[in-house]
């Protein structure tokens, strides 16, 4: 017997996997993983939910490059809308503003004839923003037995969001680290 909580783990796995080869065979596709805030930030309490809302980012990043050679566009809807879990945390009025219709726009958008992909959309109360993964330029300590100490005293310029960018793929980090290493990179 299959458990209803099995399914619901995989949903967006199953449906995408439903509708991948009829898309791919007819050269076009809109497809929207719905993550979260939790997933994307974190949020006390939620570490199950917050992973698997994360999970869904990843896969996206894989089919959006995947499909874009069949004009599969794939994207994440992040929403803010009042529900059960929400009540008596906020205020009525903030609540109202909150309203699910609110992010329908966005949807409407992310499967348009013109959607972009890869894209984390956020949306709620009438507000839109995206939010990206980035990666920073990072400095370069090499191999040795003092590197985790190196490390450690220059996290600071690790994380110096400077130059920082989106990454096509993930082996953009790998050719990031290469090239400051000082060794021929992929083309």
């Known amino acids: ?22 898309m791919c065979d007819q050269k076009y596709g809109r497809i929207v993983m719905t993550t979260s805030s939790s997933g994307l930030y974190g949020n006390f309490g939620q570490s199950n939910y917050s992973a698997a809302k994360m999970a869904l980012v990843g896969l996206m990043q894989t ?6 050679k069949n004009n599969i566009r794939v994207n994440c809807l992040a929403p803010t809308a009042a529900t059960r879990m929400l009540e008596g ?3 009525e009025e903030s609540l109202k503003a909150l309203v699910p219709h609110a992010v329908s726009p966005a949807v409407a958008v992310l499967v348009s004839e ?21 990666i920073t330029q990072g400095i370069h300590i090499g191999i040795g037995e003092e590197t985790s100490h190196l490390l450690a005293k220059r996290l600071a310029e690790v994380s110096d969001s400077a130059g920082e960018f ?22």
């Open 166 to 187: 989106i990454p096509t793929m993930g082996f953009a980090q790998g050719n990031l680290e290469l090239k400051k290493a000082g060794l021929q990179v992929e083309k």
């Open 1 to 22: 017997m299959v458990r209803y909580d099995s399914l619901y783990r995989k949903g967006a796995v199953n449906c995408t996997k439903v509708v991948w080869d009829i």
């Open 89 to 91: 945390l906020l205020p």
């Open 63 to 68: 089919l959006s490059l995947e499909g874009e």
């Open 114 to 134: 013109n959607a972009p992909s890869r894209m984390i959309l956020c949306a709620g109360a009438g507000s839109f923003e995206a939010a990206h993964i980035t």
